[in-house]
């Protein structure tokens, strides 16, 4: 029991600065927040894997999308001008945004949200999408 003691004591001693100093520096320790604006976007949500890896898309790939999308690969939302908007999290690192696309799947949307420059591509933090006529 003692020696269960001293193994919580220690992960309590390491765990919680670490915990503290990243809650304070607003994400990841020694990552800061990306810089961005507000902005509303439109496009299809495509299932990336599928959409430039094999080609597929449309209406009649919205349940592939879905499958896939269940399985983990990334939807994304690319723009009638071919810009393609990398949904990122913004709470905690590691949360999917799948859930929020999966409904609309090889549809057209329009999207709020702040969007910032990611690694060579486009990133926004999603806070409303809904559904649009083409």
Not at 28 to 53: E, L, R, Y
């Amino acid at each position: 029991m003692v020696r269960f003691m001293r193994i919580a004591a220690v992960a309590i001693a390491v765990v919680l600065p670490t915990t503290a100093r990243a809650q304070a520096m607003g994400g990841m320790a020694g990552h800061a927040m990306p810089a961005g604006k507000d902005a509303t976007i439109s496009g299809t949500v495509v299932d990336v894997s599928c959409k430039f890896g094999q080609g597929l898309g449309g209406a009649e790939h919205k349940m592939c999308a879905e499958i896939c999308a269940d399985r983990g690969l990334p939807l994304a939302i690319l723009t009638d001008d071919g810009k393609l908007y990398i949904p990122a999290s913004s709470g905690m690192p590691g949360d999917g945004q799948n859930a929020k696309l999966k409904p609309f799947a090889e549809q057209h949307v329009t999207v709020s949200g702040k969007v910032f420059a990611a690694g060579g591509a486009q990133a926004i933090q999603i806070t409303n999408i809904a559904a649009r006529a083409r």
